[in-house]
């Protein structure tokens, strides 16, 4: 009898033991879990936020906000699934986010169930359209005017090459954006064998790309060149240049052009 009450003793501290280790290993886990899919954001970036929930209050909703610096800029309530789990997604732009910074993320379900993320943010930077005339100097003498619109960037130099019937541009792109050029047809053109407009080689960084001529008359020829954050050099290739240099023929521009593009990378992009 004492040997059964042994077995039964100890059988008693194994389940109990048992029960505590149960008890506590459930004690770590959070009630309530939130994270997002990545810690810093570009302005139009999707900022996915999950989580997960230990037990599923019934009929209460999440509630999901959104502060940054003491002020809340987004909020919304959602239920979870029926394993706890859930997910939300928000877009960081305006006008709701607008300044660069820390963003908290809070969620809560029920009274006192709070669990809080931070994540960085970062909006787009803001450029003012430069319209200006940059006065282009001639090598054998004298200077011509070509006028430009630019957004995103910033023109630093342009420099004529008439041995190439190349101006080359030289820019500043801190951001994506648009360079609107206005070019004196006596200054630089692009002609076929019978007199009629050719298009312009355009070789952004040693690659080319297409672009758009939005204006034509006898005087000018507008175009319009899309560039990308980090670009620096523009060459806009002819078929003539002034005004010593004159007209030279379609087949010459062809012949330039491959060999030019034969030393560059051997790559063709197209921008429209």
Do not use: C
Request: hydrophobic residues 40%.
């Amino acid at each position: 009898m004492v040997f059964v009450n042994v077995k039964i003793f100890f059988a008693l501290i194994f389940l109990a033991f048992s029960s505590y280790s149960a008890f506590a290993q459930s004690d770590n886990v959070p009630f309530l879990t939130v994270e997002t899919d990545d810690n810093h954001y570009d302005e139009g970036d999707t900022v996915v936020i999950s989580g997960q929930l230990a037990t599923v209050i019934v009929e209460t909703p999440i509630i999901l906000q959104i502060w940054f610096e003491g002020n809340l800029i987004d909020a919304a309530q959602f239920n979870p699934a029926q394993d706890g789990s859930y997910s939300h997604t928000v877009i960081a732009e305006k006008p709701l986010w607008r300044t660069e910074g820390e963003y908290l993320i809070r969620v809560s379900h029920g009274e006192g169930n709070i669990a809080e993320v931070t994540i960085d943010f970062t909006p787009k930077k803001e450029f003012l359209e430069i319209t200006d005339s940059f006065e282009v100097e001639i090598p054998n003498g004298g200077t011509f005017d070509a006028e430009y619109t630019i957004l995103g960037g910033a023109v630093k130099d342009m420099i004529l090459e008439p041995d190439n019937f190349t101006l080359r541009i030289l820019l500043e792109t801190p951001d994506e954006g648009t360079l609107s050029l206005k070019l004196p047809r006596e200054s630089i053109d692009a002609e076929k064998f019978n007199g009629q407009d050719e298009t312009f080689i355009i070789l952004i960084d040693n690659i080319q790309f297409l672009y758009k001529e939005i204006e034509t008359n006898s005087q000018t020829r507008l175009i319009t060149i899309n560039f990308q954050e980090g670009d620096s050099e523009i060459e806009i290739i002819g078929t003539s240049v002034v005004p010593e240099f004159g007209t030279i023929s379609a087949l010459i521009l062809v012949l330039g052009v491959m060999i030019t593009i034969g030393l560059t990378k051997n790559k063709v992009q197209l921008k429209i």
